[in-house]
C-alpha cells in the first residue's frame, strides 16, 4: 500500500504562483512514477504533470512552460510549482503514483487550487 499526502493549495490571484507538494509513504520502493491530475465539476480527472524513477517529465499541453514538476526519489516526494496561473487553472489537484510489480494506481485526497480576483 501507498499513502499519499498533499499539501500547498490555495486561493491566488491570476498571474499568481504556488506550490504544491506530495509526500509518499507505505510502499515507497515499488513506485512507478509519481504525478498531479486535477478535476472540475462535471469533468473528468485529467492529467497535469508526471515524473517517472528516470526522471522523465510529461506535462499537458495547456501547463507547458507555467508548471514544472520535481521529485527526490530517495525520498518519494512530489512538489508542483505552479507559474502565471489562469482561473482555468482553478480544480481540485490530487497526487498520484503508480506502483508494484503489478502496476497499480494510488491517490491522494487532492487539495484546493483556485484562482481568482
Known amino acids: 500500500q501507498v499513502r499519499l499526502a498533499e499539501s500547498g493549495g490555495g486561493l491566488v490571484q491570476p498571474g499568481g504562483s504556488l506550490r504544491l507538494s506530495c509526500a509518499a509513504s507505505?510502499?515507497?520502493?515499488?513506485?512507478?512514477?509519481m504525478g498531479w491530475y486535477r478535476q472540475t465539476p462535471g469533468k473528468q480527472r485529467e492529467l497535469v504533470a508526471e515524473?517517472?524513477?528516470?526522471?522523465?517529465?510529461n506535462y499537458a499541453d495547456s501547463v507547458k512552460g507555467r508548471f514544472a514538476i520535481s521529485g527526490v526519489n530517495a525520498k518519494n516526494t512530489v512538489w508542483l510549482q505552479m507559474n502565471s496561473l489562469k482561473p482555468e487553472d482553478t480544480a481540485v489537484y490530487y497526487c498520484h503514483a503508480v506502483a508494484g510489480i503489478v502496476p497499480r494506481d494510488y491517490w491522494g485526497q487532492g487539495t484546493q487550487v483556485t484562482v481568482s480576483s
Open positions: 515524473i517517472t524513477g528516470g526522471g522523465m517529465t
Open positions: 507505505g510502499s515507497i520502493l515499488g513506485i512507478n512514477a
